[in-house]
């Protein structure tokens, strides 16, 4: 069970398996597989965050709380895909550090630890 994360700005590879974008808007140019908007954070925290109205770890533990314990079924879906399939998380940010397909891979990793999770 392999996960990766990266970029959505990086080239594509076949490493990458089922490339799964969790941004809640794309561009038709974006290369992915699956597009999971339920994933990504609401305008109002990113934009909050990105206004430094909020440090990290508030953005965090909020995007924690407003999605990823609200959205248990697209977790799953994620999970039973990585089954026979490996995945890539895709957003934004070109580094991982202060990025939410970073918590998500985190929470995945952490409902089975099974999970060889590569940070990209």
Known sequence: MRLLTKSIQAKTNKQDG???CIMRRIKPEFEFDIWMPALAPSTRLLKTYHEGKIEW???EKRFIKT??????KYL?????????????LLCWEETPERCHR???AERLKKLNHRISLILK
């Open 18 to 20: 089922i490339r799964i």
């Open 57 to 59: 770890k508030e953005y």
């Open 67 to 72: 999605v990823l314990s609200k959205q248990k």
């Open 76 to 88: 799953k879906i994620i999970l039973d895909i990585l089954k026979k399939n490996s995945v890539t």
């Open 102 to 104: 970073r918590l998500t």
